[in-house]
């Protein structure tokens, strides 16, 4: 096997949590461009047919299942589907995830009063149903497989350089990067060593979660912490879902077989750039 050809994932299964998100969607399109077959998982089972059936229409195997990344009875009944839908899970892409406005910071609300639920539910999507329980669910499936596979996280730029306003999700997103770590060590010596886990760590792309805090609701401007980000991004942009796809599908396909526990930025050069 040479050249693109280490790109390709014909034959492979791929599921992904939080399937119906924008980010996702572009990472499953990727994907399925590379040979992959799709599941697309979501709470929502609308949004996972929609992305599902946009594939579809690209020429690509993919369909939509509904699953609820909190709840292991849930996960369990999706990956069991899955299985029985498409013969097996190649790569889990975990892509469930976000922030919630009642656990960040503003004029209203200090960190001092800060809910204890609303952190709780922060650090519970992003961290257990975010990476943690759907690797249990799908990596014991996955680490009978003789060629392994791919476990890919979704961490985040707070990972590496927390910012304001947000503690639970920047700690959090810390903790799934160093989950992923671990993971990678524990499944490679004490399962399968081909099976390999690795995140991505997205700089600033304008999603639905945090829109409110980079873009005016009222008129649409930039604010001014969304203009600070583009000042600290040398490539001088918000990133699009697309630049996540060349990363993801190099990380779950053999051109990376050798590649694991490791978290990369894909993030216009943000955590590089001191601010000098």
Not at 6 to 21: I, N, P, Y
Not at 39 to 54: N, S
Not at 248 to 257: H, I, M
């Amino acid at each position: 096997m040479n050249g693109m050809n280490l790109f390709r994932l014909d034959g492979k299964v791929a599921a992904l949590t939080g399937g119906g998100g924008v980010l996702a969607s572009a990472i499953a399109a990727g994907l399925g461009a590379a040979g992959a077959r799709i599941a697309v998982c979501d709470l929502v089972l609308e949004k996972a047919e929609r992305t599902a059936a946009d594939l579809r229409g690209k020429g690509m195997d993919a369909r939509a299942y509904a699953m609820d990344v909190l709840s292991k009875a849930s996960l369990e009944a999706g990956c069991g589907a899955i299985c029985r839908d498409f013969g097996g899970v190649d790569i889990l892409v975990n892509a469930a995830g976000g922030n919630l406005p009642e656990a960040s910071t503003n004029a209203e609300r200090s960190f001092f009063d800060i809910p204890l639920p609303s952190l709780e539910k922060v650090v519970a999507l992003n961290l257990f149903g975010g990476a943690i329980l759907p690797a249990q669910v799908f990596g014991r499936v996955m680490v009978e497989n003789v060629d392994g596979g791919s476990i890919l996280n979704i961490s985040s730029m707070n990972a590496i350089r927390p910012l304001t306003r947000i503690p639970g999700y920047s700690a959090a997103k810390a903790a799934v990067s160093n989950f992923t770590q671990w993971l990678a060590v524990h499944v490679a010596q004490t399962y399968n060593p081909n099976l390999r886990v690795n995140a991505i760590a997205p700089g600033f792309f304008l999603t639905d979660q945090n829109r409110y805090l980079l873009t005016d609701p009222k008129t649409g401007e930039v604010t001014e912490r969304g203009k600070t980000i583009l000042a600290h991004t040398p490539m001088g942009r918000y990133g699009e879902p697309e630049d996540l796809v060349g990363t993801a599908v190099w990380l779950a396909s053999p051109a990376a077989r050798f590649v694991t526990g490791i978290v990369v930025p894909v993030d216009g050069g943000f955590s590089a750039f001191s601010g000098v």
